[in-house]
């Protein structure tokens, strides 16, 4: 089992840029492929962002290619989700998760707030 932990949420303006984290711990990080999801006020979650475990791929939704990045470092069991040129439509709570390469994400974190102000 892996624990996930997300940080780095908070409020912004419109086109400002944030960067969150996600710590893994309990398994081997390599391990894992990792996404990003959101989940905006009243909807319902969404899929952000993924990377596979070599980092060789990556894979975002249609709504925030171009002004985000996600990236990871193994060897400090994180990943990231770099956020820039935000919008109030990018409000949400940001979830990190961990699929065990089986195509399907079993591990989540407890979510971070995300608040873009315009």
Same mark, same amino acid.
């Given at each position: 089992?892996?624990?996930?932990?997300?940080?780095?949420?908070?409020?912004?303006?419109?086109?400002?840029?944030?960067?969150?984290?996600?710590?893994?711990?309990?398994?081997?990080?390599?391990?894992?492929?990792?996404?990003?999801?959101?989940?905006?006020?009243?909807?319902?979650?969404?899929?952000?962002?993924?990377?596979?475990?070599?980092?060789? $791929?990556? /894979? #975002?939704?249609?709504?925030?290619?171009? %002004?985000?990045?996600?990236?990871?470092?193994?060897?400090?069991?994180? +990943?990231?989700?770099?956020?820039?040129?935000?919008?109030?439509?990018?409000? $949400?709570? /940001? #979830?990190?998760?961990?699929?065990?390469? %089986?195509?399907?994400?079993?591990?989540?974190?407890?979510?971070?707030? +995300?608040?873009?102000?315009?």
């Amino acid at each position: 089992q892996v624990q996930l932990v997300e940080s780095g949420g908070g409020s912004v303006q419109a086109g400002g840029s944030l960067r969150l984290s996600c710590l893994a711990s309990g398994r081997t990080f390599s391990n894992y492929d990792m996404g990003w999801f959101r989940q905006p006020p009243g909807k319902e979650r969404e899929f952000v962002a993924a990377i596979t475990w070599s980092t060789v $791929a990556t /894979y #975002y939704a249609d709504s925030v290619k171009g %002004r985000f990045t996600i990236s990871r470092d193994n060897a400090k069991s994180t +990943v990231y989700l770099q956020m820039n040129s935000l919008k109030p439509e990018d409000t $949400a709570v /940001y #979830y990190c998760a961990a699929d065990p390469k %089986r195509g399907k994400y079993n591990y989540w974190g407890q979510g971070t707030q +995300v608040t873009v102000s315009s």
